[in-house]
C-alpha cells in the first residue's frame, strides 16, 4: 500500500532497511547465541544519524516525529528486534524528557541522545509492579536540594548499557499513583547500581538488568515536571511510545512473511514447489493480510499522535495490541511453513517467533491494553 510518505520518510524508510540488511541481518543469529550487547551496532545506527530522528532540530535531532520513530524501527527491527531495541528503548527513556523536560533537561540530555553518544533507558516495573504500575514502591525523599531515591526496578531494558534513566519514584505514598514523581538519573550517580544481565527467551541481543537505587542523591533539578506528576509522566510516555512497540512488532512479522514466501517458493514437495499449494498459499495471505492492516494501523496512529490529537491511549493501545499479536500468529505460521526446518535455529523463524513474543508483554500486556481500549469506549459512550 501507498502511505504517502514524505521525501524524509522514505529516505529514513530506505537507509534504515539498508542498515538492517548490511549491517543487522549478517550478525542477528551471532547476537542471538551470545547475548552481548550490540555496541559495534550502536556505533553504526550514530554514524548514521539516525539517533535524533524523533528530536527536535534545536537539540541536534531531525526533528522527526512518532511516525518517523515507527518507520526507522520497523525497518531496523525487520534486520532483529532484539539488537534494534537499543534505539527504539532510547526512545522510551527519552520521551520522558521530550514531554515533560524544561528547557535545561532538555538541553543538556537531549543533545547526547540525539547524536548516539548516549542511550537512555525508563525504570518503571518493579517485582510487584508490572501492570500494576501504580505499587511501585522505589521511594524518592527530598533533602535539601536533592532527592535520595531507594529501591529496585526490574526488567529494564537498556539497564547497565544507557547513561540516562528517566525514573518513576514516590515522594509521597500517603497519595497513591498521585504521589509518584519522575527523575532524570546519571548512570555515574552514586548508589546507582544494576543486577545481572536476564537470560531471555527472545530479543537476546538486547540488555536487560535491574536497576537498583541505594541512597541514590539526584538533584532537585533532575525532577520532571513537578512533584505529584510521575504517573502521568509515565502514562503520557506509553501513549506515545507504544506505536514503537507495534513498529518493533510489525518489522518481526514482515521478515517473518518475507522468509516464508522465500522459502514457500523454494521448497519442493510431491515434485512441486510448496506455494502451489493451497494451504501454504491461504497461511500466506493471511499472514499479509494481518501485516498490512498492522502498519495501516501503526502509520494512522503514530499521525493521530503527531497532529497534536489529545485522546490518543485508546488507538495506541489499539496499533500495540493488534501489531503484538500479529507478529506472533505470523511467526508461528511461519515456523508452520518451514516445517522441521523452522524449529531449527540454522533458519531465521524459530528467532523470530521467540523475538515476537515480548512485544505482547512489555509496556503494557495486551490484556491491559485492551482494558484501556475498553475503558476509552465506554468513556466516549458516557460522553454522548
Not at 13 to 39: N, Q
Not at 83 to 106: C, D, H, R
Request: glycine share 10%; with cysteine; proline share 3%.
Amino acid at each position: 500500500m501507498d502511505y504517502l510518505l514524505t521525501e524524509e520518510q522514505q529516505m529514513i524508510k530506505d537507509l534504515c532497511h539498508r542498515i538492517a540488511e548490511e549491517k543487522i541481518k549478517p550478525v542477528a543469529a551471532e547476537y542471538d547465541e551470545s547475548g552481548e550487547f550490540p555496541w559495534p551496532i550502536m556505533k553504526i545506527f550514530a554514524e548514521s544519524d539516525i539517533c535524533g530522528i524523533y528530536i527536535p532540530e534545536k537539540y541536534g535531532g531531525m526533528g522527526g516525529g512518532i511516525l518517523e520513530l515507527a518507520i526507522a524501527t520497523e525497518e531496523l527491527c525487520w534486520g532483529c528486534g532484539g539488537i534494534s531495541l537499543a534505539f527504539a528503548a532510547t526512545g522510551l527513556g527519552t520521551f520522558p524528557i521530550l514531554l515533560y523536560g524544561n528547557e535545561e533537561q532538555k538541553a543538556k540530555y537531549l543533545p547526547e541522545v540525539a547524536s548516539g553518544r548516549k542511550l537512555a533507558a525508563f525504570a518503571l516495573t518493579e517485582a510487584e509492579a508490572g501492570s500494576d504500575a501504580g505499587s511501585i514502591k522505589t521511594t524518592a525523599k527530598k533533602d535539601g536540594d536533592s532527592y535520595i531515591l531507594n529501591g529496585t526496578k526490574q526488567w529494564i531494558t537498556n539497564g547497565g548499557e544507557a547513561e540516562i534513566y528517566t525514573v518513576v519514584a514516590m515522594t509521597n505514598k500517603a497519595k497513591g499513583a498521585r504521589g509518584a514523581s519522575a527523575f532524570i538519573v546519571d548512570k555515574d550517580t552514586p548508589g546507582l547500581s544494576f543486577g545481572k544481565k536476564e537470560n531471555k527467551m527472545g530479543i537476546r541481543g538486547s540488555a536487560t538488568r535491574e536497576v537498583i537505587f541505594t541512597d541514590c542523591r539526584v538533584p532537585k533539578e533532575n525532577l520532571l515536571g513537578k512533584e505529584g506528576l510521575g504517573f502521568i509522566v509515565a502514562m503520557k510516555t506509553f501513549d506515545s511510545s507504544r506505536p514503537g512497540v507495534a513498529a518493533q512488532a510489525l518489522g518481526i512479522a514482515q521478515r517473518a512473511l518475507d522468509e516464508s514466501v522465500k522459502y514457500a517458493h523454494e521448497r519442493r514437495q510431491f515434485g512441486t514447489s510448496i506455494s502451489s499449494f493451497q494451504a501454504i498459499q491461504f497461511m500466506l495471505a493471511d499472514m499479509a493480510i494481518q501485516v498490512e492492516a498492522s502498519r495501516a494501523l501503526i502509520y494512522s496512529a503514530a499521525r493521530m499522535i503527531d497532529s497534536g490529537a489529545k485522546n490518543i491511549a485508546k488507538v495506541s493501545a489499539m496499533s500495540k495490541t493488534f501489531a503484538s499479536d500479529t507478529a506472533m500468529k505470523v511467526t508461528t505460521d511461519a515456523v508452520q511453513i518451514f516445517g522441521g526446518y523452522g524449529y531449527m535455529k540454522e533458519y531465521p523463524v524459530e528467532k523470530l517467533m521467540r523475538d515476537a513474543k515480548i512485544t505482547q508483554i512489555y509496556e503494557g500486556t495486551n490484556q491491559i491494553q485492551r482494558g484501556v481500549i475498553a475503558s476509552a469506549l465506554i468513556k466516549e459512550a458516557l460522553a454522548k
